[in-house]
């Protein structure tokens, strides 16, 4: 079974802090994302990565940047973290597709952040 | 560009009763289309997925058919149960720029099953 895992469920943090989510997947996938998930929003890609040290800049990118340093793990990064950024975080990763199916996505359990 | 529209919600039915949530889809190519279930606490678990027009998907007793013509994908289940209480996605999957392939979700249905 793929299995992706974030680094934490819960985080409180401080206006202005730095803040790191980790999310790392055990099946070798090519491509990652970083999602979030607010009420009557839905799902929004933040950033996405296809490749080590490759990242795409996602629909709402600002105030985050993220890492991929190696294939397994990547990581979200809030430089200075504001109240507005207070969500719940989910990281994805999937195969690229080698034929016309397209691939499913796989999620992480999310990491609800909570910016005082 | 690509985008999911999806009924909103809440939605509550009793046990036992029949479950449709429509989801409508927009894409400039041939999409794939997938149901994604998110139960209170957890990320987001795929439920059923098709690739093209007229599969259909189904799993757990829930169904979906990909419908080209009306660009549609609307779940469906004949006798919804207590632990199907979830929020549900509607996704579609189309090509990344580069390489590999985005997705685009609905905003969520929220479906609560009363005994």
């Known amino acids: 079974d793929v299995k992706v895992t974030q680094s934490s469920r819960y985080l409180v943090k401080r206006t202005g802090e730095k803040v790191f989510l980790e999310c790392v997947q055990d099946m070798d996938h090519e491509n990652m994302f970083w999602y979030r998930q607010d009420p009557g929003l839905g799902l929004r890609l933040i950033y996405f990565s296809y490749d080590v040290k490759m990242k795409e800049k996602g629909d709402i990118p600002e105030g985050y940047s993220v890492s991929r340093e190696k294939k397994e793990r990547f990581s979200l990064i809030l430089e200075s973290a504001s109240t507005n950024q207070t969500s719940m975080y989910l990281c994805?990763?999937?195969?690229?597709?080698?034929?016309?199916?397209?691939?499913?996505?796989?999620f992480g359990p999310g990491t609800r952040l909570l910016v005082l | 560009g690509d985008s999911v529209t999806q009924m909103e919600g809440p939605v509550t039915l009793s046990e036992e009763a029949f479950l449709t949530i429509n989801c409508t889809y927009t894409?400039?190519?041939?999409?794939?289309l997938f149901w994604y279930v998110q139960y209170p606490g957890e990320g987001l678990q795929l439920l059923l997925k098709?690739?093209?027009?007229?599969d259909k998907g189904s799993n757990k007793g829930f169904e979906a058919t990909y419908r080209k013509e009306t660009t549609s994908f609307h779940l469906e289940k004949g006798s919804v149960q207590v632990s199907d209480s979830a929020v549900y996605f509607c996704?579609?999957?189309?090509?990344?720029?580069?390489?590999?392939?985005?997705?685009?979700f609905g905003t969520g249905t929220s479906l609560t099953v009363i005994p």
């Open positions: 996704a579609l999957s189309d090509r990344l720029k580069n390489t590999g392939n985005q997705f685009y």
């Open positions: 894409a400039t190519g041939y999409p794939s």
């Open positions: 994805a990763s999937s195969l690229i597709p080698h034929s016309e199916a397209r691939e499913t996505q796989y």
């Open positions: 098709a690739t093209k027009a007229d």
